[in-house]
C-alpha cells in the first residue's frame, strides 16, 4: 500500500561528504530513499525521456553515439555558462521533480528520504520536507575523497565544489548536521541510526540495517 503520509526528509551534502553512505544506510534501516540524481542518470540514458529535448536545446553532439548524455561535454559546457545550465534545469527539474513525487506517493516505508546534492542551492525543495538533514565535513576531506573516488584532479573537484553551496550555506538550512569527518563507518552508522529511531512516527516499525556494524 502506498505511503502518502510518509514522513519527508531531505538529504543533502556537498561532493564527497558521504551523503551517498548516508542514505545506503538509512535505506538499510527501512528508509525509502529516493535520489535525485539516479533519476537524472534515468532520465538521460540511451532513449531516456529528457535525451530528444536537450538534444533540440543543445545539439545532437551532446548525445553520444549510443543514444544518451554525453554527461563529461555538458558538465563542461554548464560549468562555464551559467545560462546553459539553467536551460539544462528548465528540462530536467519538472521531469525529476513528478518522478521524485511518483515515488514518494508510492513509498511503503513511514519515512522517506529524498536524496538531493543540490537542495539548499534549488530553493524548492526546503519547501517541500518537513526537515533538512546535511552530510558534512571539511573541504579538504572533500577534495581528497573525490579524487581517491573518481580519479579526478584537485582542480576538477575544486570547480565542483565551487557550483555547490558552501558548508556554512548548508548549515543555516539544516535541521540537523551529520558530521562525517575524522570518523569511521561504525561512528557513522550509529549517529545515523539514532536519527532513524528520532524521526519515526509514533508506532513505526524500526528496522536494523542489514549490515549494521557495531
Known sequence: MANAGAIRIGLTGGIGSGKSTVATLLQDLGATV???DRIARELTRPNGAAVEAIATEFGSSMID???ALDRSRMRAVVFSDVPARRRLEAILHP???AET???AVAA????AIFDVPLLVESGRWTQLVRQVWVVDCHETTQVARV??????DEHSVLSVMAQQATRSQRRAHA?????????????????????WLSCLPAGAFATQPHDRIS
Not at 511503503?108 to 519515512?111: F, R
Not at 579524487?147 to 579526478?152: A, D, E
Request: hydrophobic share 35%; net charge negative; no cysteine.
Open 65 to 67: 553515439h549510443e543514444g
Open 101 to 103: 513525487e511518483r515515488q
Open 95 to 97: 521531469m525529476i521533480a
Open 108 to 111: 511503503t516505508a513511514p519515512v
Open 175 to 195: 535541521d540537523t548536521v551529520i558530521h562525517n569527518d575524522g570518523i569511521g563507518l561504525p561512528e557513522l552508522s550509529d549517529h545515523v541510526h539514532k536519527l
Open 34 to 36: 529516493i535520489d535525485t
Open 147 to 152: 579524487m581517491m573516488r573518481s580519479g579526478w
